[in-house]
């Protein structure tokens, strides 16, 4: 795989691991809010790998440029996925 289509994907595997992490932060949170032990012990142990692909690829990165691509990547999946929780899951 040529260069710029890894950094593509690192791009889009950022996107992703935030648009999941949104949600699933919603659903811990609202586990909280309910007082369910078993919800909240499941999200509080997957949140961490959750992370993950942000981790290695933040760590690799050597210069300010690629790691502001990485936020904005990082913040419009945060962004996507507060929308979807807004609008599909909690229709209130």
Known sequence: MDREKRAAMKYLIIFVSALI??????????YVSEKNAVGMLIFAFIGPFLGLPFVGFI???????????MAFSSAIGYLIGSLIV???LNPN
């Open 86 to 88: 807004i609008t599909i």
């Open 21 to 30: 992490i949104e949600i699933a932060s919603t659903f811990y949170i609202s």
């Open 59 to 69: 760590v690799e990165s050597k210069t300010w440029k690629e790691r502001i691509r």
